[in-house]
């Protein structure tokens, strides 16, 4: 299986641009938004596993630091040209103010930015977990590797029925789809790394890629360390700047010094898991101490 996309030490992804993008739609499913933003060629160049950094509120905000949203989808041909999609919750008053946006408007975006998901040179048993709204570059990633000939079980979970994003569209796209809810709401009840290791066995996975909250993806690792198998994770660290300059994004990994801290806006956000050191405390944790 291929490594995650290598960044280019020391820079920017190189075909990263920065745009006026017009929103074009903005619906409402469920605690999320759902946005498709007109870009032109930025799309072709717009891998799974890619995000954009969006500038906040208008010349006047005191909304100073762009915030980082992962690729959903991106499509280089259609009736406006290039378009990406974005999948937002509404938490903060940036995310808020986003999802306010009506057809017509305009944002100042850049991207693509990040790493992207390395995929099979050949056909292999692919495993995508996803976290709550955490999985929406996944999708695009399973059509990727169902037409590269892969085997796609595809494992969705949150607290909350509510909270699993899209799985009428997730169903459509792989070979399976289990859901996992904290509560039980909807299909198997517990977290979703419990469900795992009978999953592996059942589909003899030989891959996996995750994305979602940083708990859940290090239980993750763990699993896939046990079973000797591939780990390709979208890591989930608060990114202000996203292009590599403010050092808030730092998570450790295994280097031959012992540890190093690296970026994940330039050197992930799709990192090999069984390179981070789980059990470390990222910048972000050390800002909540």
């Not at 992804?13 to 605690?31: D, L, M, R, Y």
């Not at 030989?206 to 699993?223: F, N, Q, R, T």
């Not at 403010?246 to 990192?271: A, L, N, Q, W």
């Amino acid at each position: 299986v291929d490594r995650p996309e290598e960044a280019i030490p020391h820079r920017i992804n190189k075909s990263a641009v920065q745009i006026s993008a017009e929103v074009i739609s903005n619906k409402k499913f469920g605690p999320y938004h759902h946005m498709v933003f007109a870009v032109g060629e930025m799309s072709a160049n717009s891998r799974p596993g890619n995000f954009v950094a969006i500038s906040i509120g208008d010349t006047q905000s005191s909304h100073i630091i762009r915030r980082a949203f992962a690729v959903y989808r991106a499509i280089d041909k259609g009736p406006m040209g290039g378009s990406i999609e974005l999948v937002i919750a509404p938490h903060g008053q940036g995310s808020t103010w986003l999802c306010s946006r009506i057809v017509g408007d305009f944002v100042d975006l850049i991207g693509p930015l990040g790493t992207a998901f390395g995929v099979p040179s050949s056909n292999a048993n692919a495993m995508l977990i996803g976290g709550g709204y955490g999985s929406a570059p996944l999708f695009a990633l399973a059509e990727l590797l169902k037409n590269r000939g892969c085997r796609v079980d595809m494992v969705l979970g949150a607290s909350t029925a509510a909270k699993i994003f899209a799985p009428l569209e997730g169903k459509r796209s792989v070979s399976s789809l289990t859901l996992t809810t904290d509560d039980g709401s909807a299909g198997i009840h517990g977290q979703i790394s419990e469900a795992i290791p009978r999953l592996i066995r059942e589909y003899k996975t030989e891959v996996i890629y995750s994305c979602g909250p940083m708990g859940m993806l290090s239980a993750i690792a763990k699993i896939a360390e046990d079973f000797d198998i591939a780990h390709q994770c979208s890591v989930e660290e608060s990114m202000a700047c996203g292009i590599g300059v403010c050092m808030t994004c730092v998570v450790p990994i295994k280097h031959e010094s012992g540890i190093k801290m690296v970026r994940t806006c330039i050197d992930g956000p799709v990192m090999d898991a069984a390179e981070i050191i789980w059990d470390k405390k990222t910048v972000t944790d050390l800002l909540h101490l």
